[in-house]
């Protein structure tokens, strides 16, 4: 009877392929085999298994197999006290399984995937597929803490199933412990990048998810650019700069302003309308066609041609009132604008100086302007919009180390600001 039962779980668990093995020991060491009191209790089981089994290779319908399954139950438990070895509890798992599947029994399922680890006889390779079942019919059935002990131990894997750390994520996060669940997301990402393998999309977007709904102001930063590091898409993007500009709690018209050239840089308010309709307003609001007027045509200008925004608009038509006039008188003062940033005793003028170029797309001579306004100094309050604008400028030039070595200075409310246009910096600089 021993070897019957022992050859049993190759064919009863072909779906999975599944084959038993010998436990870890010395060369030496006895097979694994069945005990006397199982192999007493369980042959006339096997049989009547079988017979279930071979119902089920002739494609009976599915009420017809659970019909045919049920009476296996009540069998089950009055054989289980006859399960003594490490190769019985594997065997019988394996039936508990298979039963609990015919019959729709769950509980009965995650019974006999849980005695099969515990068997410890499962191939090293099908360890983390029993547990990913186990550790999914628990994260369906809101079983938290048992989904979170039974995924852990795969986060090393590099080839967990996509799923898999998807799911532990959400299960600490719906257990109240969201950083668990994102920690476990990068340990997934390091494990597929240590092996050179891409980790999905969707895990960081996950992260995105749980830090932002836990709001984890930090992490929402930390997972928009995460997500667009390794996905730079125009969407993707959009998204990033979102999150961080949500994420802040002091965003000024400067911080929006500085955000919305990101985006548009990246490609993101070519967008579908219905994605950027209000960040072309956001965009509008910020750049203020009063001060920046030669900006604030291009973008509604830009807005209306992609259909996000309408020129019949109040809101634009009043943009394209106040701007549109103002913009030959703007850019014949900026030569003015100059010399006067040089002599002036602060750097504040060549700050502002340096402003009116970038919005004009005139890189070159805002990064003179703002390097000037940073060595005559008197503009400490101003000092990490400056580094980011003229790390911008430095970005529209080519000058990608620079410009990386400027946004490193940064800080305050522009560090989320400064860290995405780093990304963004060497991005480009790859050619990307």
Do not use: C
């Amino acid at each position: 009877m021993a070897a019957a039962l022992a050859a049993a779980p190759l064919a009863v668990v072909a779906t999975l392929g599944i084959a038993v093995a010998a436990p870890a020991m010395a060369k030496d060491a006895p097979k694994a085999t069945n005990s006397a009191e199982f192999s007493k209790v369980a042959g006339p089981f096997q049989k009547s298994f079988n017979d279930v089994l071979a119902k089920k290779t002739a494609k009976v319908s599915d009420a017809e197999l659970k019909a045919a399954a049920e009476p296996l139950v009540p069998q089950l438990a009055t054989i289980e006290a006859g399960v003594k070895s490490p190769l019985d509890r594997l065997i019988f798992g394996d039936w508990q399984r298979q039963v609990g599947g015919w019959t729709g029994d769950t509980a009965l399922t995650a019974k006999g995937l849980q005695n099969m680890l515990d068997s410890g006889q499962l191939q090293p390779n099908m360890v983390g597929t029993v547990s990913a079942m186990l550790g999914q019919m628990a994260f369906t059935g809101k079983d938290y803490p048992t989904a979170i002990k039974t995924l852990s131990p795969l986060m090393s894997d590099p080839k967990v199933d996509d799923a898999v750390p998807q799911m532990l994520a959400e299960s600490y996060a719906s257990s109240g412990q969201p950083k668990q669940g994102l920690d476990a997301l990068k340990a997934a990402i390091a494990a597929r990048k240590a092996a050179n393998l891409p980790a999905p999309e969707e895990w960081y977007s996950r992260g995105n998810r749980i830090a932002y709904s836990a709001k984890l102001p930090a992490e929402s930063t930390e997972w928009a650019i995460l997500l667009v590091q390794a996905y730079p898409t125009p969407l993707n993007w959009l998204g990033a700069a979102q999150l961080v500009r949500n994420s802040a709690t002091n965003f000024t018209g400067q911080e929006e302003l500085d955000i919305s050239r990101l985006m548009d840089q990246a490609g993101s308010l070519k967008l579908d309308p219905k994605y950027v309709e209000r960040e072309y307003i956001a965009y509008l609001q910020a750049v203020d066609a009063r001060r920046y007027p030669g900006e604030a045509v291009r973008i509604a200008q830009q807005g209306i041609s992609t259909g996000a925004l309408k020129a019949s608009d109040t809101f634009v038509k009043d943009v394209m009132t106040q701007a549109g006039p103002r913009v030959a008188a703007d850019k014949a003062s900026l030569p003015g604008l100059a010399k006067e940033a040089a002599t002036a005793p602060s750097g504040k003028v060549a700050a502002a100086a340096g402003d009116t170029y970038l919005s004009y797309a005139d890189p070159a001579k805002a990064e003179e302007m703002y390097t000037l306004a940073l060595s005559k100094g008197g503009v400490d309050a101003d000092k990490d919009r400056i580094l980011t604008r003229l790390a911008i400028a430095q970005i529209d030039e080519g000058k990608y180390p620079d410009a990386k070595a400027n946004l490193a200075k940064v800080g305050g409310t522009r560090t989320g600001i400064a860290r995405l246009w780093a990304i963004y910096a060497d991005q480009k600089s790859a050619g990307k």
